[in-house]
């Protein structure tokens, strides 16, 4: 039997545009790695009207309603009331969640407000999980041959779950307790298995040239091709009935792919660029230095995102006006005024000059326009030249971004890694 599931999102401050619903898509991966697919999700409001009929509605149409959201001390959380209403479950004072909430605020020598009391009601029949983080439990509410006559009796097993919205207080639940009570209770009988190639150097219309066909495989596959600064992601979805049969399907597809992007392919999954040229720098032994301008040290930061950058990476240096690039890294005032900073002679000679001050293997350049202003006609609003240098030769690169300035600072980190 397929089972799947409805994923609704609480709060106002979502709907608002306050903050970024990054849990839906947690959650929306993580059960689609065990089977179940995910067909809806839902951003509501704390509105006990709009909670109590989105639950109902969520429980006629799938297996799994699982909440995250409303479960906090505050009058405008209000989930769990909305969940008994909707569930026709009375909730009960549980003691050994109080004892708990009680022991947070007395290990961190804080005075408990009375409102968080409210968060040990537990609706009748639910199983709690309690917070090793913050104080709000997680809820697991079976339902068999129980559920109101607004939602149909005689339904087969189904089962809401509500969970804090705060991020990590809801990862550490999901991967320790819900998903071994969705697998020990629904047993999927698929799977879903996905992999992302990552691709940069090429435009998503060329990428889209090159794989069209591969694009619109249909039947158990599903395709997708998504953009993002100076990368391509092409993601391969799978479903079967064992992760054997899966992987050989998606190893076909991706075997298909990488004989026609070839080395525009760098990693696979979460993998990043960043994390790439690094484990390339370390299998060779080889190091690195860097001198931005333009990008302000998002390149260094990016590099040093890595565990284990300090074997490869000793300096990065932010020479940001004309002054530092010749008094830091000896590039001459005149080379500047001929060339001008933003050029690809003065791009290569900070690449080489601070691969030389550090005494490493190769050294990267980065000086361009980030705007929004300081553009002209000859050299507007992105363009960017990025110097690469080895001790058998310097080269240098040109660039023109479109983008606000943010985005322009990352393409050219992107570009840099790349190089």
Do not use: W
């Not at 969940?83 to 022991?103: C, D, G, M, W």
């Not at 290990?107 to 409102?115: A, E, G, S, V, Y």
């Not at 069209?212 to 039947?219: P, S």
Request: contains cysteine; positive net charge.
């Amino acid at each position: 039997m397929k089972i799947s599931a409805h994923v609704i999102c609480i709060g106002n401050e979502i709907l608002l545009g306050h903050i970024n619903n990054t849990n839906a898509q947690y959650i929306s991966k993580n059960l689609s790695s065990i089977g179940i697919k995910v067909e809806r999700h839902l951003s509501i409001p704390d509105a006990p009207e709009v909670i109590i009929s989105s639950i109902k509605k969520s429980l006629r149409e799938t297996d799994i309603v699982l909440i995250s959201g409303g479960l906090g001390p505050t009058v405008d959380d209000m989930t769990l009331e909305s969940i008994s209403k909707a569930l026709e479950r009375r909730p009960f004072f549980n003691t050994r969640v109080a004892s708990h909430i009680k022991k947070h605020f007395k290990k961190r020598r804080l005075k408990m407000p009375k409102n968080n009391l409210r968060q040990a009601l537990v609706p009748e029949g639910a199983k709690y999980i309690l917070n090793s983080i913050g104080t709000a439990p997680g809820l697991i509410i079976p339902l068999k041959n129980e559920a109101p006559a607004t939602i149909g009796r005689g339904a087969v097993l189904k089962t809401v779950i509500a969970l804090p919205g705060v991020p990590f207080e809801l990862y550490s639940m999901f991967e320790k307790t819900v998903i071994p009570y969705i697998r020990k209770t629904f047993h999927p009988e698929e799977v879903i298995k996905s992999r992302i190639i990552k691709i940069t150097g090429l435009a998503e219309s060329k990428v889209n040239e090159k794989i069209e066909d591969i694009l619109k495989i249909a039947g158990n596959v599903q395709m997708g091709i998504y953009p993002h600064p100076e990368e391509i992601s092409v993601k391969i979805t799978v479903t079967e009935k064992n992760n054997k049969k899966a992987l050989s399907v998606i190893n076909g597809i991706e075997g298909k792919i990488r004989s026609r992007l070839k080395n525009h392919i760098f990693g696979y999954d979460d993998e990043t660029l960043e994390e790439i040229v690094g484990r390339g720098l370390m299998k060779t032994k080889k190091t690195l230095s860097i001198a931005e301008s333009c990008t302000g040290g998002l390149l260094a930061n990016r590099i040093t995102d890595v565990a284990g950058s300090s074997y490869y990476f000793p300096i990065g240096m932010v020479t940001y006006s004309n002054e530092s690039k010749n008094k830091i890294l000896h590039i001459p005032l005149d080379v500047m005024r001929k060339y001008g900073v933003v050029s690809g002679p003065v791009a290569g000679l900070m690449a080489k000059n601070v691969r030389l001050l550090s005494g490493t293997d190769i050294g990267i350049g980065i000086s361009g326009i980030a705007g929004p202003g300081g553009g002209t006609k000859k050299k507007p609003v992105g363009l960017v030249y990025i110097g690469l240098s080895t001790k058998k030769r310097t080269t240098s690169k040109e660039f023109r971004f479109l983008g606000q300035r943010n985005i322009i600072k990352y393409k050219a980190t992107q570009a840099a890694l790349d190089m």
